[in-house]
């Protein structure tokens, strides 16, 4: 092989383990945030039982489903039966 063609190769083999690495970190950073979000939700839910001020329990809830939980099975996606 040539020496140019070998340069090449490696060039591009460096630009694949560099994606690699940034599609690893991304993958970790997403999974954190994902977590961080299911325990807030946790403790949200657990909030919800003991709210007294429907006001605010209802702007609870209604943060709860814009991130696209249920209220019912506490899931993300929804996990009830009773659904198609």
Known sequence: MSAALER???????EIDDWKERDLTHIEVWQRHTK????LVRNV????????DQAIRQALIN???????????ESAPC???WHD
């Open 8 to 14: 090449v190769i490696a060039e591009q083999q460096k």
């Open 36 to 39: 961080r979000v299911d325990d």
């Open 45 to 52: 839910f657990l909030c919800l039982d003991d709210v007294t």
């Open 63 to 73: 943060c709860v489903r814009a991130l696209g939980y249920c209220t019912s099975c």
């Open 79 to 81: 996990e009830c039966d």
